[in-house]
């Protein structure tokens, strides 16, 4: 197969570019590089699992444990969620 110049890639994209229009051409693209990347990923053996739980891992130890002062405090309530009041 002889090399492919630079005349031949812009008379190929121009034909792309007939044949899809200019509104599905990034749509294209985006699917394009995101096969490109599920085959990278699935060849070298990463599963979004893995990369998930990789991002996961940090945030869990960075966040921050709250323990209460003391068990008997009850959280201050409005007055009006007090209860019921006995107004005669």
């Given at each position: 197969m002889p090399n492919i110049?630079?005349?031949e890639i812009i008379i190929v994209l121009v034909i792309v570019l007939l044949i899809f229009g200019p509104r599905r051409l990034p749509d294209l693209g985006k699917s394009l590089?995101?096969?490109m990347r599920e085959f990278k990923d699935s060849?070298?053996?990463?599963?979004?699992?893995?990369?998930h739980a990789?991002?996961?891992e940090p945030r869990a130890q960075a966040a921050p444990t709250v323990t209460p002062t003391s068990a008997d405090e009850e959280p201050a309530r409005p007055a009006s969620a007090a209860g019921p009041t006995n107004a005669s």
């Open positions: 110049g630079p005349l590089g995101r096969g060849v070298t053996g990463k599963d979004k699992e893995e990369e990789s991002i996961e």
